[in-house]
């Protein structure tokens, strides 16, 4: 069943390749000491897209492990949307003829990468073998030369940030097929940071290709938050799913590891909103991020309506109310912590059905809305999503 599933994920892949609508695509700039410029925005949503996809093979190859084939779907296709999206940006920053030689190298790292996970969750040694060979001498290659071509790295540098990128999530799926989670978050964490990192490095050196094309400095301090704040953002929200599914579907020797990391996170935002609105915003945002992890939790736990509705009015009324008066004076535009919340408990709910196709899309629909609030208080360009 997941060998023909992963079948129409190939196909999803090259059929979005073609005709994409990104995700995060530019709207009007609001001027913020640098914070929003194209150069900016194409930093910052290069290091987020690069970074979703990390979690999208890691929430697929924990559906496959868990025998979940509704949700593998879901996130099989999500995979596929955004492979799209990052050649859509592509295309608009280097070109249709770089767009395509990228759509090609990144959708046959996903084929890979489905090809891994599925060998992984069917415990298949050969296959593994097979698609590791396979993929050192293509994909890994052809993204190094994409970086050479495309954005002037050195061929070592560009040879390690392929070899990295494919290692990384491989280990994170080697991880949760072997039941390790503490080294599975601790590895899905490395693989986010080279991720989000790989995005950094090559909108910074599109941007300096084409600065007619792509206005901006993407270095200024203020662009570095704003990929910084977005990115964390982002990892929080879809570690929070995964905690939550871990206790959804109880999966027990998952569940410490899973907030524990996400309470790692958590710290990180605060400590990123300490660094630019000051220390008393980022201690308040630490204890209110916390109360929240906590409630999203709880919320997965919860066993009945009553206490369902109970820890969603807390996380919708108050805790999110706490959370948006943390930034009282620092954003003129409303922080809408209560919608990211009931965002969050839709994904849990759909967890909880185990059933529905559309798991993904409200996962990455939650992290979308993180993001949204990071670009607010960053002064950033609110990206907008796919319809």
């Not at 059929?15 to 530019?26: E, F, N, R």
């Not at 891994?116 to 590791?132: D, M, N, P, R």
């Not at 059933?355 to 979308?368: K, P, W």
Request: aromatic share 6%.
């Amino acid at each position: 069943m997941f060998k023909l599933i992963g079948s129409m994920a190939v196909g999803a892949m090259l059929l979005a390749g073609c005709d994409s609508t990104a995700l995060l695509s530019s709207g009007s700039p609001t001027p913020s000491a640098g914070a929003a410029s194209p150069a900016a925005d194409l930093r910052t949503h290069l290091n987020l897209l690069m970074g979703e996809h990390v979690f999208m093979v890691a929430k697929l190859s924990s559906a496959a492990n868990g025998g979940r084939k509704t949700e593998f779907s879901s996130y099989a296709g999500l995979l596929a949307t955004n492979g799209s999206d990052l050649t859509d940006l592509m295309t608009r920053s280097i070109g249709a003829s770089g767009g395509h030689d990228f759509a090609l190298v990144w959708t046959a790292g996903n084929t890979f990468a489905v090809d891994y996970v599925i060998a992984a969750a069917t415990h298949s040694v050969a296959a593994k073998q097979a698609t590791l060979t396979s993929e050192a001498g293509t994909y890994t290659t052809s993204l190094a030369d994409f970086l050479i071509s495309h954005a002037r790295m050195a061929s070592d540098v560009a040879a390690k940030q392929a070899a990295d990128e494919a290692g990384g999530v491989r280990a994170v799926v080697d991880d949760q097929g072997s039941g390790d989670f503490a080294k599975a978050y601790a590895d899905l964490h490395a693989a986010y940071q080279h991720g989000s990192s790989l995005g950094d490095a090559m909108g910074i050196a599109i941007a300096h290709q084409f600065p007619d094309r792509l206005p901006g400095d993407p270095t200024f301090n203020s662009v570095v938050h704003r990929a910084t704040l977005d990115s964390l953002f982002q990892e929080r929200a879809l570690l929070t799913t995964m905690a939550t599914e871990s206790v959804v579907v109880g999966a027990s020797k998952e569940q410490g590891p899973a907030t524990t990391t996400l309470s790692a996170t958590s710290s990180a935002v605060a400590g990123e909103l300490g660094a630019m609105f000051g220390a008393n915003t980022g201690a308040g945002a630490q204890t209110e991020l916390a109360a929240q992890d906590a409630g999203c939790v709880a919320y997965a736990g919860a066993t009945t309506d009553a206490q369902r509705q109970g820890v969603l009015a807390t996380l919708r009324d108050v805790s999110a109310d706490r959370l948006a008066g943390v930034f009282q004076g620092h954003s003129a535009q409303k922080l809408d912590f209560a919608a990211q919340a009931v965002a969050t408990v839709q994904v849990v709910e759909a967890q909880r059905s185990k059933s529905s196709d559309q798991i993904a899309e409200l996962d990455r629909s939650a992290a979308q809305l993180l993001v949204e609030i990071g670009e607010i208080l960053t002064g950033g360009t609110v990206p907008q999503q796919s319809n």
